[in-house]
């Protein structure tokens, strides 16, 4: 027991030390290198917030009343719109089925609280975002790794209360079928569980060799879904489509009696977007210029390291959509965490995210063009093997 808690004093959470702080030495290995580090790392974006949302933002600055924490009538359609024309749902309701929220990091972890959920357990899949059991542990639930491909193999949700699935994949850029989703549909709703399905990086998939790319139907596509939302949420953030991250723009969607208890709950903690923030995002939502502009900008930068991390001998593993590349040597994460430190480049290790990606590491393509050629150039210059 520590002093402040024999004092009386509350115990605190006991929540892991954030995992990013344990990057520092292999920072501090990647900054010695010649010319600096790299940092391929966390993934923020880097481009510049488009125009036409900065005006946005700039033209609702005199906000002086509370905004509304369910969102303006005209994000809401925004949203409904967005769903309709690049997610295949045409059947959002605007008045209660969408709401804006914080970033969806802050939705991830708080979902299992505000919904209310007791006794049964939170999944996730085996290499996920770490937020996902976050969020479990913040409700007092038990969290565990249990996949899609289980579930179709005949795992039971029974005992599953909220089922996170993720496609694209983070950090491995895997995408589920509209036929695995459909099935899935099937079973949790016969054993009462709940889907949220975080799809951030679903304008963002890439051509393979032949020239095709993968399809990635949301969890809402009415051709999975006959248009019946039941017992569905889907996950949505402008942060890497638009470069909104600083923002804290993002969204839920789905089934209207879910999102409305989502949005009850929401106005006695006061976790409301703020107005011009609101306004920016539909005017993001809108504007789709800007979208296919940033989404040039990665498959460029993708072209240029993917093929230099081949050549150094890293394997590529899934990675057909997203802003990363999920890559292993076959040894231990943090050994090849710092064979990359020493050439200058900081990566995610693969242990962050679950038992499954020990042998993995994370290289996000969200650097500058200029960073994305100096990595490329240290592999070529130094490969791995």
């Known amino acids: 027991m520590n002093a402040r808690a024999s004092a009386g004093f509350p115990p605190g959470l006991g929540l892991p030390e954030y995992p990013w702080e344990q990057l520092a030495l292999y920072r501090q290995k990647a900054s010695a290198v010649e010319g600096g580090p790299v940092d391929l790392s966390i993934g923020t974006p880097v481009d510049p917030t488009p125009e036409v949302i900065q005006a946005a933002l700039a033209q609702a600055a005199d906000a002086p009343g509370y905004p509304t924490t369910a969102g303006t009538p005209a994000l809401r359609r925004a949203i409904a ?144 879904t006959g248009g019946d939302y039941t017992g569905l949420l889907s996950v949505y953030s402008l942060s890497k489509q638009s470069n909104l991250a ?81 890559c292993t040597l076959g040894e231990d994460a943090w050994t090849t965490l710092d064979r990359l430190a020493e050439r200058g480049i900081l990566a995610g290790p693969g242990a962050f995210y679950g038992t499954g990606g020990e042998q993995h590491v994370r290289l996000a393509l969200t650097a500058s063009d200029t960073q994305i050629a100096t990595a490329a150039a240290r592999l070529d210059a130094a490969p791995l093997r």
């Open 246 to 326: 600083g923002y804290r723009a993002a969204f839920v969607a789905g089934d209207p009696e879910l999102v409305a208890d989502l949005t009850n709950s929401r106005k006695h903690a006061g976790m409301i977007v703020p107005r011009p923030v609101q306004e920016a995002m539909t005017q993001a939502l809108q504007d789709e210029a800007h979208v296919t502009a940033q989404k040039e900008r990665y498959r460029a930068r993708r072209a240029v390291l993917r093929p230099a991390v081949e050549r150094a001998g890293l394997r590529i593993d899934h990675s057909v959509a997203g802003l990363y590349l999920w």
């Open 81 to 224: 719109g967005w769903y309709a024309r690049r997610r295949g749902a045409e059947h959002i309701d605007p008045e209660r089925g969408a709401m804006p929220t914080l970033g969806s990091k802050e939705l991830v972890a708080w979902l299992p609280l505000l919904l209310g959920l007791r006794d049964r357990d939170v999944a996730f899949p085996r290499v996920a975002y770490p937020t996902y059991a976050i969020g479990a542990r913040l409700a007092g639930l038990h969290g565990r790794a249990l996949d899609v491909a289980d579930v179709l193999a005949g795992a039971p949700l029974d005992d599953v209360a909220l089922l996170w699935i993720n496609s694209p994949g983070n950090p491995d850029g895997s995408v589920l079928s509209a036929g695995e989703l459909r099935e899935l549909i099937g079973r949790a709703r016969a054993a009462g569980t709940v889907i949220a399905s975080d799809e951030c990086y679903a304008e963002l998939a890439w051509p393979d060799a032949e020239g095709v790319t993968p399809e990635v139907p949301s969890i809402l596509d009415d051709r999975v």
